[in-house]
């Protein structure tokens, strides 16, 4: 049983096109985030988000947007992609009152063209 | 602000021996640590924590972390080196407000037979 899943693992898309990162996990936590990790493999938090308040890096565009159906899902919607969101997107979970330990997915691959 | 800085970004051993990676840290607060490993083409793995308890923190694999508050740091170390070790390790520190880790620019581990 996979306990953070994304969906897909590899996007391939052309500039301008708006896309969907799929996220669920089956932990019972009550947090979710995306990470970015670029080509140099630097992670950077993007959002984080639980059922009372959605925290956004000031520095994620906001052509990015995180979209909650429930707790268990934390999707990821970008709009008008560019060359530059080429990147690994990596969705997590935690509990909330934990020391922000996270379970991580596999990571979207995502290349845009 | 919370940062974590791990110094050198690729790390060469042999088979059998010593691994110590390198993480420093700067915080405005007592500091939640974290130690990850994402091994290629998958999601990150968490290694070990260290959450003010002992200083001296064991986690999965053989590694270990210690706790220095005089130092601000907290290496990983493993007495010996197996090839399966070979990743990409992060080093990753709470932020203030307790709602996302923020990581090092991480440390790629190699392991020669």
């Known amino acids: 049983d996979t306990a953070v899943s994304q969906t897909p693992k590899y996007l391939v898309t052309q500039m301008g096109n708006d896309k969907s990162i799929k996220c669920e996990q089956n932990?019972?936590?009550?947090?979710m985030y995306w990470y970015k990790q670029d080509s140099k493999k630097f992670l950077k938090i993007m959002f984080s988000?639980?059922?009372?308040?959605?925290?956004i890096n000031e520095t994620v565009p906001n052509r990015f947007s995180p979209k909650s159906p429930d707790k268990a899902h934390l999707n990821l919607h970008i709009n008008s992609l560019e060359l530059g969101d080429s990147a690994v997107y990596f969705c997590?979970?935690?509990?909330?009152?934990?020391?922000?330990?996270?379970?991580f997915g596999q990571g979207t691959r995502l290349t845009v063209v | 602000a919370q940062s974590v800085t791990q110094l050198g970004s690729h790390v060469s051993v042999s088979e059998g021996a010593l691994v110590l990676l390198r993480c420093n840290y700067s915080?405005?607060?007592?500091?939640?640590l974290f130690w990850y490993v994402q091994y290629p083409n998958q999601g990150l793995q968490l290694l070990l924590k260290?959450?003010?308890?002992?200083?001296l923190v064991k986690g999965i694999n053989g590694f270990e972390a210690e706790f220095k508050k005089s130092e601000t740091s907290f290496h990983l170390t493993k007495p010996s080196a197996h090839m399966s070790d070979a990743a990409e390790y992060f080093c990753?520190?709470?932020?203030?407000?307790?709602?996302?880790?923020?990581f090092g620019k991480g440390t790629t581990l190699s392991v020669s037979s």
């Open positions: 260290y959450t003010s308890a002992a200083t």
């Open positions: 915080s405005s607060v007592p500091p939640y």
């Open positions: 990753a520190v709470s932020d203030q407000a307790g709602t996302a880790l923020i």
């Open positions: 988000y639980n059922n009372k308040e959605l925290i």
């Open positions: 997590a979970s935690s509990q909330e009152g934990s020391p922000t330990e996270a379970f």
């Open positions: 932990l019972g936590h009550d947090t």
